[in-house]
């Protein structure tokens, strides 16, 4: 089975900078969206920083078990953030989410901080297969009338790449099967756009780039409040 896959970013309407990062890494396997927070655009600091650490710590580490390889590069990812903080007081505080697939021979693995999400279309059904960290979705679950009664908490993130020296990812692996069709992306899409439409939208035949320029056209037909980052990764025969 082979990767065929595509990636895009946008500021977005109400933004004036993107303090998002993306990673297409097609030798190793590897892809990453970040969505970086902090004032003085420390934010675009601590999402390049994360994405570098990542991207470096897996060339360098190509053997073993993949998925704990890029466990280990996002606990490094949040160790140089922190750093970097610390070093530079107009960046104190600074953070970003960060979820990455790795191909691991006839696995995916899936790694995750913070509120930026992957997907799985599979089947024609979309399944997310990671859980926001944050205040709303730690209090509400799939509730969706808790979801609206705490919908002033929805930019609360409770674990952040760069806010606590212990933070974790969640990682998961998941067998990989002909036509499944992953999506990686940060909260500036799955925000805005709801999820049967950002599955009507990958679920189109065609060049995954276009898809990509659709799911962005979407998020910013819904107000674009937000950088938008998308990639698509789907297996193929």
Sequence with gaps: MKLVVAGLSDVGRERDHNEDSYAVEEEFGLFIVCDGMGGHQAGEVASALAITTVVEHVRTHSGGDRLAVLADASRMANARVIEEGARNRRRKGMGSTLVAIIRDG?????????????????????????????????????????????????????????????????????????????????????????????????????????RCRELIQAANEGGGPDNISTILVRVEA
């Design 106 to 210: 006839d696995d995916m693995g899936i790694a995750h901080v913070g509120d930026s999400r992957c997907y799985r279309l599979r089947d024609g059904k979309l399944e997310r297969m990671t859980r926001d960290h944050s205040l709303i979705e730690e209090l509400a679950g799939d509730d969706p009338i808790a979801h609206a009664a705490l919908g002033g908490y929805s930019n609360v993130i409770t674990r952040a790449v760069g806010t606590a020296p212990d933070t974790e990812p969640d990682v998961r692996r998941e067998k990989l099967r002909e036509g499944d069709l992953f999506l990686l992306c940060s909260d500036g899409l799955s925000g805005v756009v709801k999820d049967p439409e950002i599955q009507k939208i990958i679920a189109r035949p065609g060049d995954l780039a276009e």
